[in-house]
């Protein structure tokens, strides 16, 4: 959030711009008392460039080995079950509470400091189970490492075609990623945003990226700067209400 106050501030010449997405644009300024952005309003949105889905994954030693299994086994057990994400005011993190509170699911959260950190303690059995952006486990779960259960994203991956999605098992709503965008200052020149636009859509077009981005289990999809705008618009008024009423929450404890 600092990086992105900074290119917020800066000259709106096409020289300044931000890797913009969920995290610094919409989750980041929810989780604190006094955003140093708003998010959507703060800058010029250009381009969509892709975004990997959260994937709830578990350790093997975890005696469930479908999502109806997990649930199940959440449900049966005393006390409630651990979970990681990239840590508080993650993607993964509000993605978790939401499937606790839709599945009636008792789940504690255990908050690191990245995916990294996470990761570790998840492959060695510490905390079994996780919701993470998919491209921080893509080669735990290829390896076996890791058991993926379900995927949020709109269809099954190429790449993992045994893998449903959490729309096949009974939840519409749970389509989302962890996304990126390129973005400028406010009141960018619209040749300019047009200009970095067509680029941007050129280079997600090559076969090279693009076999790069479908390996990392990050999807494309090409947007106007118009259509990115409105995006970000309908992420923040799907995130940003839980992000604050959570934030709310741990402030009273």
Do not use: C
């Not at 929810?30 to 578990?58: N, R």
């Not at 009636?104 to 059995?125: T, V």
Request: aromatic fraction near 8%; glycine fraction near 8%; charged fraction near 15%.
């Amino acid at each position: 959030m600092i990086g992105a106050a900074d290119v917020a501030k800066a000259d709106p010449d096409g020289y300044t711009l931000l890797l913009s997405g969920n995290a610094s644009n919409i989750l980041a300024p929810a989780f604190t008392s006094k955003p140093l952005i708003e998010g959507v309003k703060d800058f010029t949105q250009i381009a969509y460039l892709g975004g990997s889905p959260v994937v709830l994954v578990v350790h093997p030693s975890l005696p469930v080995k479908n999502y109806a299994d997990f649930v199940e086994y959440v449900k049966k057990s005393p006390a409630p079950v651990n979970y990681t994400s990239s840590g508080v005011g993650t993607h993964g993190y509000l993605f978790g509470e939401q499937l606790a509170k839709i599945e009636g699911l008792k789940l504690n959260h255990i908050p690191y400091k990245g995916g990294g950190p996470a990761m570790l303690d998840l492959i060695g059995g510490q905390v079994k189970v996780a919701t993470i952006t998919f491209t921080s486990v893509v080669a735990q779960v290829h390896s076996g490492a890791l058991r993926a259960l379900a995927v949020s994203s709109e269809r099954r991956l190429p790449n993992f075609p045994d893998l449903p999605t959490f729309s096949e098992l009974g939840h519409p709503d749970f389509v989302s990623a962890s996304w990126f965008a390129l973005s400028g200052p406010k009141n960018l020149a619209p040749a300019v945003v047009d200009k970095l636009n067509r680029q941007a859509s050129i280079v997600l077009g090559l076969s090279s990226v693009k076999k790069q981005l479908i390996e990392q289990t990050v999807e494309v999809k090409p947007m106007s700067p118009e259509e990115t705008t409105k995006f970000f618009e309908e992420e923040a008024a799907q995130w940003r209400p839980l992000a604050v009423a959570l934030h709310s929450a741990q402030a009273k404890q």
